[in-house]
């Protein structure tokens, strides 16, 4: 037979595109419109609908960057229009949308005159069904139209003003389309379904399989039956001609998908978070009209925060979607505030995405979430196993890890084992994407490229826009059920994520196993882009720790004295949270998101400074003597782990003489040497007498690299800015000062254009030396390191994360350890070999490489570390990072794991003080220092029971007593809800509990006061 394969496809992509495409809509009727522009910020619809329409011609450009343009839709559907048997009246509404991103233009959302929602019109979703408009045949209804700019612009990465408000200029960005009534031919929509599905699964199969000739024939067919000058009249015929391979069962052996309907929407990126609410609002709207239309259509929602915006600003709408949660359509997923970045939230704050997520839907839905759903972040904590089971999930999800440039991973369904121990069961949809449409395409990706083939059978497949969202449409739907069971295609049945989850534990009983983080090979400058972000993060996290502490220390103090501020508490956690979203705190966002953030991170400090002040004032009583509330869980300058007591103060001065054009600190405990280039030349702790410095090699080296990734510029580090470097050794001016009994170093020197000022500094008693670098930065695409030698055989560092620490290779023996050169640390690092080591601590940067060298000179090993202090990427923020900074760090020579832990904290909680009548003693008290108490509280349901988390921090069984110092009636183990729950190595004693703790162990305890 001859081969007329290409030239029957190329006549059915015609017959499609000239024929079938534009007989959907059979007849169309332009609308009368009106419109009004908000002159600020988006106003309430029946705000919008009091003002002054005027005339508005079809066809006119529209729209300044980020505004808002009210339309109003008037007309009259024509007589016996959707009168047919096939025939349905539509509104079809063109806001001057491009085919491409529909998440990433104008967007626009439909309103009632009395103020309630219709639905969303977006680029691949721009109908209205008549009956929605409250019946009869007269149109009258409003379209709040975003003018919400192209930020991707082609994935171009080109820098672009329209990030920010203030330079986005004034220049209408679109022009509006078609604006019309339009009769819909049903017949005809479902002949383009049916051929959109079989042509797609054509392409995806082999050419000598039969069942692909076997579509093609039936297209032809199909096409020889119809009349391309009467598509409507023989669509009938065109249907039938295709309905035998339709109806073809699928083998036996296919692959099983259980798609979910989702719209992945970014709580910020491209867009800032005012928009992501408006976002919100168009994506479950028509969420809700595809249910009413569909009854086994089931969405999955995964952000707490969203859906309390919903609540908020929405209540009509809101209301729609509990009674959608209620029929199990609307499906509450993920039981996180956010789906938050993983790599750079503190133990606490990762606990807490969990809590107020969970919380959220128990209260609003009477659902629990077992599943977390991350499918976006980028990277995995390996203390995610364990923060997720404690919170009573059992499940996780994500898709990012496709995206790892090097290696791949090994397994799509699996269990994922924590850096405690804890196993949690772990899927990797194999289709690739959060955003499928229901393609073949996206189908035959999964079977295909599914990994446990032979012990699995079944995997996830999110199907909707995202990103920007928009969510389902009626056409995947329509893919869904054409799929369901058809041959040559995966069986695709429409499902909740948790009854995916269940039969997959059901399927594939003996899974393997991943040990520890699960590393993103890529988007590692997110760890240092936007460091005002960062540090505005790190900063609140502690705030709220010692609010915490204080305020439940004051309560239990001064008895009905003082008023747990709880909801007030609440509402600061759920705005850090919110900033922990996956684009906002790795730093990937355009400027107005992360300005947004800043002012909301110094509103957040200025409410908890009062609040502690009341709870400390309430805490220690009238008077005027001074104290040091010490909210570290390690003794601090003679004051108890998280007690107020008045300070020692250190006996010992800082000696500091000159030497060689630079000055030898030495405060009796550890010993510096800072030579005439500003560098650190020896570093030594008086208790070991070894030198931290390697030989010939200098620490406090700050090194100015080029920073052009190929792509994703505030996402990614990419691995040659190795070979572009300039070591900033050269120093203005290097002089001594004296600062309250400590001996400062004062360093000035360039990075490149922007001026630099390091303080290195020596306090009395202090066994680190620290090094605060202010800089005014006016780098462009530029990467600045600091850097320590150290003369220390280390073959892995070890880097704090949430309720632990981590530990990497020092080496590269395979591609896995040679993609991490660039590592999230939280607030310390630690490198050593048995018996000695130098920890380096931070208080606000997480960025970090460690690499190692053999010198030839005496065949030692030189550890380096260095922390990434700024970046300066071009997209989607040109100007990200630019201006003042302050950075500070310290390093600890003669360290073990334990004193890195206590440095950590030591850096980023500085000493506070207060005055007042009486000293705080602690709450509690923990017998053995490896047990660390991150948090103290009031319980969140308001009865006064107090509420301690810790963890075992070193990585060793450690066994312990945790004492109440407080009259208590009892004490029980909890979840990260505070629901009691079993819990090993746990028993309740009379003034605490006796632990004996696995490795990295987290506890919750819930005490009953007396």
Request: charge should be negative; proline fraction near 6%.
């Amino acid at each position: 037979m001859h081969d007329d394969r290409r030239i029957t496809e190329v006549r059915l992509a015609r017959l499609v595109r000239e024929r079938i495409a534009p007989a959907v809509y059979s007849r169309t009727v332009p609308l009368a419109l009106s419109s009004w522009e908000a002159p600020g910020e988006p106003v309430p619809a029946l705000e919008a609908m009091r003002q002054e329409f005027q005339p508005q011609e079809h066809g006119a450009a529209w729209g300044r960057p980020w505004g808002t343009t009210w339309l109003r839709l008037q007309g009259e559907v024509p007589e016996s229009w959707g009168d047919g048997p096939d025939t349905t009246v539509e509104v079809v509404v063109d806001l001057g949308f491009t085919t491409e991103a529909p998440g990433f233009q104008c967007e626009g959302i439909a309103w009632r005159p009395d103020g309630t929602i219709i639905k969303a019109i977006s680029p691949r979703n721009q109908y209205i069904p008549l009956k929605l408009l409250g019946g009869g045949m007269a149109v009258d209804f409003y379209v709040e139209a975003a003018a919400n700019p192209d930020m991707a612009q082609g994935w171009t990465f080109a820098a672009t003003p329209l990030g920010d408000k203030a330079t986005a200029g004034g220049a209408p960005q679109y022009r509006l389309g078609s604006i019309a009534i339009a009769e819909l031919n049903q017949c005809v929509w479902e002949l383009q379904q049916d051929v959109w599905t079989l042509a797609g699964l054509m392409e995806q199969l082999p050419l000598e399989l039969p069942r692909r000739h076997e579509i093609l024939r039936a297209l032809e067919r199909m096409m020889d039956v119809m009349d391309p000058d009467d598509v409507a009249g023989t669509a009938a015929a065109g249907r039938e001609a295709l309905a035998e391979v339709l109806a073809r069962p699928a083998y036996a052996s296919s692959h099983q998908l259980v798609a979910t309907g989702h719209a992945h929407i970014d709580s910020a990126w491209l867009w800032p978070v005012r928009e992501t609410m408006r976002k919100c609002a168009r994506t479950f709207s028509n969420v809700v009209a595809l249910m009413d239309e569909d009854p086994n259509f089931v969405f999955s929602c995964s952000s707490a925060q969203q859906l309390e915006w919903i609540k908020e600003l929405y209540p009509e709408l809101f209301s729609r979607i509990r009674e959608k949660v209620r029929a199990g359509q609307f499906v509450p997923v993920g039981g996180m505030w956010v789906e938050s970045d993983t790599n750079m939230p503190g133990g606490e704050a990762m606990a807490r995405q969990f809590v107020e997520g969970k919380g959220f839907f128990l209260a609003e839905f009477g659902i629990e979430c077992r599943e977390a759903w991350l499918p976006d972040s980028f990277g995995y904590s390996a203390a995610l196993p364990q923060i997720v089971k404690a919170a009573g999930s059992r499940w996780f999800l994500t898709q990012k890890i496709s995206w790892n440039q090097t290696n791949r991973m090994p397994h799509h369904t699996f269990n994922w084992e924590g850096i405690d121990g804890t196993r949690l069961f772990t899927h990797f949809p194999p289709v690739d994407t959060y955003n499928s449409d229901l393609s073949a395409r996206d189908l035959a990706h999964a079977e295909r490229n599914y990994r446990d083939h032979g012990r699995g059978s079944v995997s996830l497949v999110p199907f909707g826009y995202g990103d920007g969202g928009g969510g389902p449409t009626r056409e995947m739907l329509a893919a869904a059920a054409r799929t369901a069971d058809l041959e040559g295609s995966p069986k695709v049945r429409i499902g909740s994520a948790e009854s995916f989850f269940r039969q997959a534990e059901e399927d594939y009983p003996a899974l393997p196993v991943w040990v520890g983080e699960m590393y993103l090979e890529l988007h590692r400058g997110t760890y240092t882009s936007q460091a005002g972000t960062k540090k505005g993060n790190r900063h609140s996290e502690h705030l709220l720790r010692e609010a915490e502490l204080w305020c439940a220390t004051a309560a239990v103090r001064a008895g009905g004295a003082f008023d747990y501020p709880e909801a007030e508490l609440k509402r600061l956690w759920q705005l850090v949270l919110l900033q922990q979203f996956h684009d906002i705190l790795p730093g990937s966002s355009i400027a107005w998101v992360h300005q947004d953030a800043e002012r909301n991170y110094q509103a957040i400090e200025t409410a908890l400074e009062a609040i502690i002040s009341r709870a400390a004032a309430a805490m220690l009583g009238p008077g005027d003597r001074q104290f040091l509330l010490n909210a570290a869980p390690h003794e601090r300058n003679g004051v108890r782990a998280l007690a107020a007591g008045e300070a020692l103060a250190a006996t010992d001065p800082v000696q500091a003489t000159a030497h060689n054009g630079g000055y030898i600190l030495d405060n009796g405990i550890i010993r510096a040497v800072v030579d005439a280039d500003g560098l650190l030349a020896s570093l030594c702790d008086h208790a070991s007498g070894r030198e931290a410095v390697a030989p010939g090699q200098r620490g406090n080296l700050l090194e100015l690299h080029r920073d052009t990734p190929n792509e994703w510029d505030a996402w990614d580090i990419d691995e040659f800015y190795r070979r572009n470097v300039t070591p900033l050794v050269h120093a203005e001016s290097v002089r001594l000062a004296s600062e309250g009994g400590s001996a400062v170093v004062v360093v000035e020197r360039l990075a490149g254009s922007s001026p630099l000022t390091q303080r290195i500094t020596l306090a009395p008693g202090s066994p680190s030396l620290e090094i605060a670098t202010a800089v005014d930065w006016q780098e462009r695409e530029k990467l600045l390191k600091l850097g320590f030698a150290l003369d220390v055989r280390a073959d892995r560092s070890a880097a704090e994360t949430q309720f632990g620490h981590v530990f990497r290779p020092t080496h590269t023996n395979t591609s896995w350890e040679a993609a991490k050169f660039e590592i999230c640390a939280h607030r310390w690092i630690h490198v050593g070999e048995p018996g000695y080591g130098v920890a380096v601590a931070n208080a606000s940067t997480y960025g970090h490489d460690v690499g190692r060298t053999i010198r030839e000179s005496d065949g030692g090993t030189t550890t380096t570390v260095r922390l990434s202090l700024l970046r300066a990427p071009k997209f989607p923020d040109p100007d990200a990072d630019r201006g003042q900074h302050e950075l500070t760090i310290t390093v600890r020579p003669g360290a073990d794991i334990a004193a890195a832990v206590q440095e950590g904290y030591r850096t980023n909680l500085a000493p506070r003080l207060a005055r007042g009548g009486s000293a705080a003693e602690p709450l509690f008290s923990v017998s053995n220092p490896a047990m660390v108490i991150e948090a103290v509280k009031l319980a969140q349901d308001g009865s006064g029971d107090v509420v301690v988390r810790l963890y075992e921090s070193l990585g060793q069984r450690s066994a312990g007593t945790l004492t109440a110092n407080f009259p208590m009636k009892g004490a029980v183990p909890t979840d990260l809800l505070e629901r009691p729950t079993d819990a090993p190595g746990i028993v309740p004693a009379e003034n605490g509990a006796q632990l004996t703790l696995r490795p990295f162990q987290l506890v919750t305890m819930r005490f009953t006061r007396k």
